[in-house]
């Protein structure tokens, strides 16, 4: 079996000079093969970017597109052309969008491989530990600090025993931060999990600090992304100041990042994009540099079904991937793209035991927010 050709499906629901928010936007790929087979993959990063690595052509031999350097390749050797395509991407790829682009490939050459030997994901990352996995809602909070509260009881009131907000207006101010926190925590319940994703907005080790003091009375389970993943000095003095956990990495790429970061940084929980850190081929290897380093694995995920479909699948075949983060994002690119996107049922989303990632594209909504 041979590849044949690479599509790049690049989605965005405003308009392309409008403000994009989290999960508005997306880069697809399918990768096609002279046996009928078809894969599919996603990278939650820039889509015009992640084109372009992709469709490029070579500049030299160290800065090449991805596309060909595949193209006539068996893509059942999975480990081979993720090796091919990071050396010879080396100048534009080795971290970032380059990696990011190389993760869409990587989850579409898994998706392949489970399609031709007829075996779900899970069995070819080594078995199936569990049937369902726990996950935690995440929502972008709204402007008014008390309009909150009915966000987060709506949600407790699905079956969530586990909530992050971020995004949006949280991290620019200090006060409101506190209030909009304030409000979500009366709402829920004092005993109720809940985590803040801050997106590296409070800048310093000290500004966070200082943050984390005044936060701790509202009993978080972690505080995600404080600061700049490149701080790691930071990160390693945030540590122990408040019972909260420190959570982040969802911006880093590869076993060099990661492993780094987990060395240094100290933080308690790692959070790998599979769409960005290299797939599901580099996930596995950050996964064991995680549990070398007594760290917990959470994956970050907030875009499509594709992206759910892959991390499922992964957390299945890992010992200890237990949660899950899984997006109230509104976008129609999260809800309604993948047609059977896998449900949340009861605090929990099942395994599927299905071949690939078994994903039913909307070809509709794919063709009405394409950009060409």
């Known amino acids: 079996m041979k590849i044949t050709d690479i599509e790049v499906i690049v989605l965005r629901v405003p308009g392309i000079d409008d403000p994009c928010e989290w999960g508005e936007d997306a880069v697809i790929v399918k990768v096609y093969t002279d046996g009928d087979i078809v894969g599919i993959g996603e990278s939650d990063t820039s889509p015009m970017v992640a084109k372009a690595a992709i469709l490029a052509p070579e500049t030299n031999l160290y800065c090449s597109g991805l596309k060909r350097l595949l193209i006539g390749e068996n893509p059942l050797e999975i480990q081979r052309l993720w090796d091919k395509m990071y050396w010879s991407s080396n100048y534009m790829g080795r971290r970032g969008a380059g990696i990011h682009a190389i993760s869409a490939i990587d989850i579409a050459l898994w998706d392949i491989a489970s399609q031709y030997y007829q075996v779900p994901i899970y069995m070819l990352l080594g078995g199936k530990y569990r049937n369902r996995i726990k996950a935690y809602g995440t929502f972008i909070p709204a402007d008014k600090p008390e309009d909150n509260r009915e966000i987060a009881v709506k949600l407790k009131e699905q079956g969530y025993t586990s909530l992050k907000f971020g995004g949006g207006i949280l991290g620019d101010d200090p006060d409101v931060d506190i209030e909009i926190i304030r409000n979500v925590r009366e709402a829920v319940g004092d005993s109720f999990e809940l985590e803040i994703d801050i997106a590296t907005k409070w800048r310093t080790y000290g500004h966070a600090a200082s943050m984390f003091k005044s936060l701790e009375k509202y009993n978080l389970n972690w505080i995600e992304e ?82 759910l479909a892959a991390t499922v699948q992964f957390l299945a075949a890992t010992e200890h ?48 927010y394409r950009i060409d």
């Open 226 to 307: 404080p600061i700049l993943a490149d701080d790691e000095k930071g990160y390693a003095k945030l540590s122990g100041i408040t019972s909260a956990k420190i959570a982040g990495g969802e911006s880093l790429t590869t076993r060099f990042e990661f492993n780094s970061f987990l060395k240094n940084a100290q933080p308690d929980i790692v959070q790998p994009d599979i769409t960005r850190c290299g797939g599901i081929s580099e996930m596995r290897k950050i996964y064991d540099l995680a549990q070398m380093n007594g760290t917990r694995l959470i994956p970050h995920g907030f875009s499509t079904g594709i992206l």
């Open 321 to 368: 991937g237990d949660l899950m983060e899984y997006s109230q994002s509104q976008s129609p690119l999260f809800r309604d793209l993948v047609k059977n996107k896998i449900p949340f049922e009861d605090g929990y989303v099942n395994v599927p035991d299905c071949i690939g990632l078994g994903v039913e594209i909307d070809e509709e909504l794919l063709n009405k």
